[in-house]
């Protein structure tokens, strides 16, 4: 099975700040990789498809970039409404997983 | 509108049986791929199972195989996991997601609400 790390675990930002978030894989992904955004009680949001592709409707503020193990999702300007945990997803191969979440909350 | 509806959840006993129901509307249901994909409280999100938009490919995480079921009847564009022993691990909110598949790369547009299942004694 391929294992998903993110890192941080957390970050305290502000209003406005860039805030950047890595995921790594224990294979390679190509760019079998897709980025989340989850608010408490509420269903998974999806920001990025292809490592890098922003899906409809969402903000040109997340962008994504990365290729083979390593990843990237960057917010250029925290809004208020950004305040969430952040979730990578490999679709390379199953077992689909996930890594384990970036809580991203106000400094 | 595009949504998906989750339903089944509740209270069981370990060992117990609980079938999930998810409806999908306002877009192709026969041509989706679908998953399950729950999260335990206070935890990450774990993909449980997938099945292919006729049915014929299904495919399991470790933790369930041999224990949950995945179906869908595509003429009442509903999807469906059937979970039987059930163990207090398998606590967790149900979401039902739709793979959006491609060329640039697959990922679950489309998610449920979410429904709760509890097992305990």
Known sequence: DIQMTQSPSSVSASVGDRVTITCRASQGLSSWLAWYQQKPGKAPKLLIYGASILQSGVPSRFSGSGSGTVFTLTISSLQPEDFATYYCQQSNSFPFTFGPGTKVDIK | ?121
């Open chain 2, 1 to 121: 509108e595009v949504q998906l509806v989750e339903s089944g959840g509740g209270l069981v006993q370990p060992g117990g049986s609980l079938r999930l129901s998810c409806a999908g509307s306002g877009f192709t249901f026969s041509t989706s791929e679908m998953s399950w994909v729950r999260q335990a409280p206070g935890k990450g999100l774990e993909w449980v199972s997938y099945i292919s938009s006729g049915g014929s490919s299904k495919k399991y995480a470790d933790s369930v195989t041999g224990r949950f079921t995945i179906s869908r009847d595509n003429a009442k564009n509903s999807l469906y996991l059937q979970m039987d022993s059930l163990r207090a691990e398998d606590t967790a909110v149900y979401y039902c997601a739709r793979e959006m598949t491609g060329t640039s790369g697959d990922a679950f547009d489309i998610w449920g609400q979410g429904t709760l299942v509890t097992v305990s004694s």
